[in-house]
């Protein structure tokens, strides 16, 4: 009976303790999103129920398909390349005996650069008379659009992994660190070399960072639009005209309608994903 | 050990944290102290609101150019102005008035040989004298110099002796004690003797330079661009700096500069008990001499203060009153602000206006109709600032998070905004009532009021248009034809040589020039882009300016990119067509008109010239009009009546012949108004100057109205207009952005086209 009434005590204590921001969180978030999955059922402007007509219009809408798929080969182009980069800088980094912490500040400054200086960085080198175009034309070479043809694509792959590169590495340096050196001590001590000791110790202690790190790289890989937007305005180059770009547009032009079933088409899709990484990784 | 310094550090930790708060919590307790509304509302209304505020009035005065005025010990208020004749000088007259500004009555005169002196600006003391700076030419004649008269209350005027440490006093104002202080050239001011004209103490003004002093009592003040510095005027030691004062006077970054020879943007007066006023386009504000508090008394966006094109001439108070002698074009007025217990403090009524940029029609229009309508506020706001840091995306979206919270303006000026994507969401209402009132009373030109006709629904309505016009040789401006044909023109020309055959920002800029002729032929029926026809624009405009720039001066190639730069959109506000372009030598000129004063020059320098003309522009459209102002009223206005009141009253004859840069009305009455304004043939109010480009020499040109074959012309081609420019933004900046390339060489028309097409295929396919 005592026993029941402190765990009942410490239930409501924990409630209390999490009811602040528990609070904050359904005012500033799952209200708002309840509101949008309203909204995608209604006009934009006077509010009558339109059924599923946004959700058809925005399927059917060849923008948001394009924008759907640049978005989605963006993330599979990047964030298996942002993951195993920084693993392997992150391992590297581990073993070294001195010049640790200055290489890492040195990977994680690019995190503390603001968005408009980057956009300086960008336009200095990527501009049809920018740097990297000058360097070419001294070496006979042709010059390239790098923000008005499909590199421009790539640029947006570049600057995501070099802003993210840093803080990735440092949260698997955390997840190394994790890692019991006795563990290390004994597979050698049996005979076990550094690959088979990365494949068979490493990587299956790094499982749950790995999760954590793949849905935070996921959600950063979202915030290379205001770059984007920066540099090349309302309307870049299709191959990076990205979700964001569009659900702008739509604001400007009052679409909220269609900006609505976007976001519960998107956010869906996105919990889905997170729910299948995460059934996966508990699977294992 | 380590616990012990934890235990220390969790304490010093909580204090920190305890320290911390108490300050954010009196952080945020924190006021501005610098400014309060005056609580004008003493009285209450039968429902309980507060009651009572200045009421303005504009008096009736002589028929004078009114220099200032001053209200006297006696209780008469004293103007002195100078009387207007034709061509000749008029004298110098005081009126006063015994009854408060209603009667006036000829007090004094100065000598009639200062006639023909021409007083920059004169300044009354207390007891009906004053002074005065005159602008004159030198004894030989080589130069021109200032001249400084004081004079009594009867008139009698005497020259003030230069004094050898006084470079030059570009106005005088009088102390309390009738001091005199006369403004010097830099940023300096005298207090002067009236009689010797010596220099009895010297006050150094702020910063880099004064803009203009003011007087309040004993105290003189000196304003500079971004502070206020106070002197006593009797021991000519400086004043402790008031906070409340400079924080209120430059809290917008107001720029008081004066920017005209006839009026300032700010004056100041004061009464016996120490308390200050002024009177700026913001309204009339009092502060008490040492005090912390600015009170504003008159809000100037409720008043003719803030109309566009006002200065301010001089102010005097009277009890509870104050006069305020304006500007407004080539006219003075007079303007009572009295206390009126009985009007509401706050008009029942208000309507929100809401423009990117600001109009200012609307602006003038606003003014007039709540001095009708005193029970309406309109609030204009405008969503661009000046500085540039808010971009037109970006105003629009908060104007549109506005709109759906349900806090968006009742009337849109929509100028730059997505009007078809509105009237597709249900945000505008059917004003074709109002179409149907504004046909009976304006006689509008049809084809500008039905521009936004669907499916019998009037959804915006433009107040103003401008017109694409060509000016030039008569034998050049009746071959051009469409946008090809112009093009050959200028290119093939072979008899213009040395400067060219258009004005050279037209080639510079053909793509801008031509833009609006254009624009509408590249849609297709399905709202696609035609590639070919934007490529013809991108090859004629090109051929243009390719055919001219070995002909245009290396400096002028600089200045119109220093001014794109500057400008951030290539699309400037005005396109005007500049008639005096034919006496530097070039044989045509393109543009969009927006005055009848744009028609006259082209005709005033035909007479001087010959041989010059002007015709409706053609491109790859014709007959084009550019709406400006387009007006739409929101389906949720607040107070839908209000609003189309307002909306009406734009249209009237009243705000119509308004005319303020913004375009031709579009009200037929007010556009043959403005048109017969003068006889046809008869010498305008204006003149300007040039210089001949093979001898240097400068050539005075004035203004002459339009013949009567002018003025037919003119009507007939304005009539026939009947199709509104493509003002899609999007469409705009994604051409006018390539164009620009295209013609600098940066690329070629078809990559310019592909380019352009990119951004359309995604802007159309977003729907």
Redesign the interface.
């Known amino acids: 009976m005592r026993k029941k009434r402190i765990r009942k005590v410490r239930d409501w204590t924990g409630l209390l303790f999490v009811l602040p921001s528990l609070a904050g969180v359904t005012v500033f978030t799952l209200i708002p999103f309840a509101d949008v999955v309203r909204r995608s059922f209604t006009?934009?402007?006077?509010g009558a129920w339109v059924g599923l007509a946004n959700y058809q219009?925005v399927f059917a809408?060849?923008?948001f398909r394009?924008a759907a798929s640049n978005t989605l080969r963006f993330t599979l182009t990047c964030l298996p390349l942002l993951v195993t980069v920084s693993l392997a800088l992150a391992v590297l980094l581990q073993n070294l005996f001195f010049g640790k912490n200055l290489l890492k500040s040195i990977y994680l400054m690019p995190m503390a650069v603001p968005a408009a200086s980057v956009v300086l960085v960008w336009k200095v080198l990527f501009h049809?008379h920018g740097l990297i175009n000058s360097l070419l034309e001294k070496m006979g070479l042709a010059q390239v659009g790098w923000m008005?043809t499909g590199y421009a694509f790539g640029v947006l792959v570049v600057s995501y992994l070099w802003k993210n590169l840093g803080y990735d590495m440092i949260l698997w340096l955390a997840g190394l660190a994790g890692i019991p050196v006795e563990i290390y001590e004994a597979a050698r001590v049996d005979g076990a070399g550094e690959w088979r000791c990365f494949l068979s110790i490493t990587l299956p202690n790094l499982k749950s960072s790995l999760y954590t790190i793949t849905v935070l790289s996921f959600l950063n890989s979202f915030k290379v639009f205001r770059e984007a937007w920066l540099v090349a305005g309302?309307?870049p180059?299709?191959s990076m005209?990205l979700l964001q770009h569009?659900y702008?547009?739509?604001?400007?032009?009052?679409?909220?309608d269609?900006i609505a079933a976007a976001a519960v088409v998107t956010a869906g899709i996105v919990f889905v994903l997170i729910m299948l990484l995460q059934k996966l990784w508990e699977t294992d | 050990m380590k616990f012990f310094h934890w235990k220390k550090r969790r304490g010093s930790v909580k204090g920190a944290a305890a320290v911390l708060s108490v300050c954010m919590c009196l952080g945020l307790m924190a006021v501005p102290s610098h400014m309060t509304y005056a609580e004008e509302g003493d009285g209450n209304g039968a429902d309980g609101s507060a009651m009572g505020r200045y009421v303005e009035q504009t008096l009736e005065t002589p028929d004078i150019w009114i220099y200032d005025i001053a209200a006297m010990p006696d209780g008469r208020l004293r103007l002195i102005g100078q009387t207007k004749t034709e061509g000749g000088s008029g004298s110098y007259e005081m009126w006063d008035s015994a009854d408060g500004g209603e009667s006036w009555e000829k007090a004094a005169a100065l000598p009639e040989e200062m006639n023909d002196k021409y007083f920059l600006n004169i300044s009354l003391d207390q007891d009906g004298g004053g002074a005065g700076v005159v602008f004159c030419s030198s004894q030989d004649g080589q130069d021109f110099v200032h001249e400084y008269y004081s004079f009594d209350a009867r008139g009698k005027a005497v020259q003030i002796p230069e004094s050898a440490d006084i470079d030059e006093i570009q106005m005088f104002c009088f102390g309390s004690q009738g001091e005199l202080i006369g403004q010097g050239l830099g940023n300096s001011a005298f207090r002067m003797n009236r009689e010797s004209g010596e220099t009895e103490q010297t006050f150094a003004g702020p910063g880099d330079y004064t803009i203009m002093i003011g007087v309040c009592g004993q105290e003189l003040l000196m304003l500079g661009d971004s502070e206020v510095q106070r002197y006593d005027i009797a021991t000519g030691e400086p004043l402790p700096y008031d906070e409340s004062l400079n924080a209120q006077l430059f809290e917008n970054g107001t720029d008081y500069r004066i920017t005209t020879t006839s009026s300032v943007h700010i004056v100041f007066g004061y009464t016996d008990d120490g308390r200050m006023y002024y009177v700026s386009a913001e309204g009339i504000f009092a502060h008490v001499q040492g005090g912390t508090v600015v009170e504003q008394l008159v809000s100037g966006g409720m008043c003719s203060l803030s109309e566009p094109g006002t200065g301010l001439i001089g102010m005097a108070v009277m009890g509870e009153d104050f006069y305020v002698v304006c500007q407004k074009g080539e006219k003075t007025k007079l303007l009572k602000y009295g206390y009126s217990p009985d009007t509401p403090t706050v008009p029942e009524k208000e309507v929100r206006v809401y423009s990117l940029k600001e109009n200012e029609e609307i602006r003038q229009a606003v003014v007039m109709y709540q001095n009708a309508h005193p029970d309406t506020q309109i609030s204009y706001e405008t969503g661009l600032s000046d500085d540039g840091g808010v971009t037109a995306a970006d105003a629009l979206r908060t104007l549109n998070t506005d709109i759906m919270a349900g806090s968006g303006p009742d009337i849109l000026v929509l100028d730059g905004m997505p009007i078809d994507s509105y009237i597709e969401k249900g945000v505008l209402a059917d004003i074709s009532g109002i179409r149907d009132a504004v046909r009976e009373a304006a006689n509008p030109f049809e084809a500008m009021v039905s521009a936004w006709e669907k499916d019998g629904a009037v959804y915006a309505m433009p107040i103003r248009f401008k017109m694409p016009l060509l000016a030039g040789d008569s034998e050049l401006v009746g071959q051009a034809g469409d946008l090809t044909r112009l093009a050959d023109l200028i290119a093939s020309d072979t008899d213009s040589a040395g400067s060219g055959v258009i004005y050279p920002f037209n080639a510079l800029l053909s793509d801008v020039y031509l833009y609006h002729v254009c624009a509408g032929a590249w849609r297709n029926e399905d709202g696609t882009i035609n590639e070919e026809k934007l490529l013809e624009y991108m090859v004629q405009t090109k051929k243009i300016r390719d055919s001219q720039m070995p002909l245009i001066d290396e400096q002028i190639i600089g200045i119109s990119e220093e001014l794109a730069a500057e400008q951030g959109s290539r699309m400037p506000d005005n396109l005007g067509v500049d008639g005096l372009d034919f006496l530097e030598g070039f044989r045509l000129s393109f543009g969009e008109a927006y005055s009848i004063h744009e028609v006259n020059w082209i005709s005033s320098v035909n007479r001087m010239a010959g041989n010059i003309t002007f015709a409706p522009l053609s491109g790859q459209q014709s007959n084009v009009f550019v709406p400006y102002g387009i007006l739409g009223v929101s389906s949720m206005a607040a107070d839908p009546e209000s609003a189309r009141s307002f909306v009406e009253f734009l249209f009237t004859d009243e705000a119509q012949t308004q005319s303020l840069g913004g375009g031709f009305p579009v009200s037929r009455n007010a556009f043959s108004a403005m048109l017969h304004e003068k006889e046809s043939g008869a010498l305008g109010d204006l003149s300007t100057g040039t210089e001949d480009p093979e001898t240097g020499e400068r050539i005075i040109v004035d203004e002459y109205w339009m013949t009567q074959e002018e003025m037919d012309q003119l009507e007939k081609a304005v009539e026939n207009l009947d199709t509104a420019a493509d003002t899609d933004t999007v469409l705009m900046d994604a051409v006018l952005s390539q164009s620009g390339k295209c013609l600098n060489g940066e690329c070629s028309p078809e990559e310019a086209v592909s380019a352009v097409m990119q951004t359309m295929n995604l802007y159309l396919a977003e729907g």
């Open positions: 006009a934009a402007v006077t219009t809408n060849t923008a394009l049809q008005s309302d309307y180059h299709q005209y569009l702008s547009n739509w604001f400007r032009d009052l679409s909220f269609k």
